[in-house]
């Protein structure tokens, strides 16, 4: 049966690269860096904040696309770029994207699974796929599980995906943090298994990801936290890292 399942998916993705090549479209494994003239259908995957690069005025904005094969490509928008573009890109949603600038990603940068960007610019052609198909592969996550959390404290150089149902927030307090004041407030997740931890979300992530998940909160929230820290505060605990991201209530 297995067998027969993995022939089956094989097949469609090889007519789905017929169809891509008949349409003079490509799927993302084969867009390579400074490609010129090429399209691809996409959906969104994450969304990122918008951020500062370290050092420099830079603001960006990261996104993750996937397609029909399961392959996976980074997209970022920069500057004055990201109010005109990153509106028109929404998650989970579906998109041919066109003549996006492709570069490969320094390698102090890149994923295991992700090597290469696409710079998202007013250059950039973007059409939403209103009443597609659903041709295109939900992506599998990685969890780790509550109770595993304990072996990954404290460790600088490994962040986890979980996923839980958000159940309570606690009070919003103020600290001082790096010498300045700080908002921070904590959610609670309870997984499959009946654990719990909990998940601090700190100034412009609780403005933003935090009320998301606080105007929710009357439905118990199904959320995947995606490259979370894993930190060691009176027991296990989960905080926020500069690329993280929370997903919510994901129609997979």
């Known amino acids: 049966m297995r067998l027969g399942v993995t022939v089956l998916y094989w097949l469609r993705c090889s007519c789905y690269r017929v169809w891509l090549r008949m349409t003079n479209l490509l799927p993302i494994r084969d867009i390579v860096p400074f490609m010129k003239n090429w399209s691809c259908l996409i959906t969104v995957q994450e969304k990122q904040q918008i951020t500062d690069s370290k050092g420099t005025p830079t603001k960006k904005q990261q996104c993750i696309f996937y397609d029909a094969e399961g392959s996976k490509v980074e997209a970022i928008i920069f500057n004055d770029d990201i109010p005109k573009m990153s509106p028109l890109?929404?998650?989970?949603?579906?998109?041919?994207?066109?003549?996006?600038?492709?570069?490969?990603?320094?390698?102090?940068?890149?994923?295991?699974?992700?090597?290469?960007?696409?710079?998202?610019?007013?250059?950039?052609?973007?059409?939403?796929?209103?009443?597609?198909?659903?041709?295109?592969?939900?992506?599998?996550?990685?969890?780790?599980?509550?109770?595993?959390?304990?072996?990954?404290?404290?460790?600088?150089?490994?962040?986890?995906?979980?996923?839980?149902?958000?159940?309570?927030?606690?009070?919003?307090?103020?600290?001082?943090?790096?010498?300045?004041?700080?908002?921070?407030?904590?959610?609670?997740?309870?997984?499959?298994?009946?654990?719990?931890?909990?998940?601090?979300?700190?100034?412009?992530?609780?403005?933003?990801?935090?009320q998301q998940l606080l105007s929710n909160l009357h439905s118990y929230p199904v959320i995947i936290v995606r490259r979370i820290k894993v930190n060691n505060y009176k027991g296990v605990a989960l905080g926020t890292w500069f690329d993280f991201v929370i997903l919510v209530d994901l129609p997979i």
């Open 89 to 210: 890109l929404r998650v989970y949603k579906k998109y041919k994207i066109t003549n996006a600038e492709v570069k490969p990603i320094p390698a102090k940068f890149q994923t295991a699974d992700i090597t290469i960007q696409w710079v998202i610019s007013t250059k950039t052609i973007i059409e939403e796929l209103n009443g597609a198909d659903n041709d295109i592969m939900p992506v599998n996550f990685n969890y780790t599980k509550f109770t595993d959390l304990v072996h990954h404290m404290d460790d600088k150089n490994k962040s986890v995906d979980v996923i839980g149902i958000v159940m309570a927030a606690l009070g919003k307090r103020t600290l001082n943090r790096s010498s300045k004041e700080s908002n921070v407030q904590k959610f609670v997740l309870l997984d499959e298994e009946s654990q719990t931890v909990l998940l601090s979300l700190w100034d412009d992530f609780l403005a933003n990801e935090g």
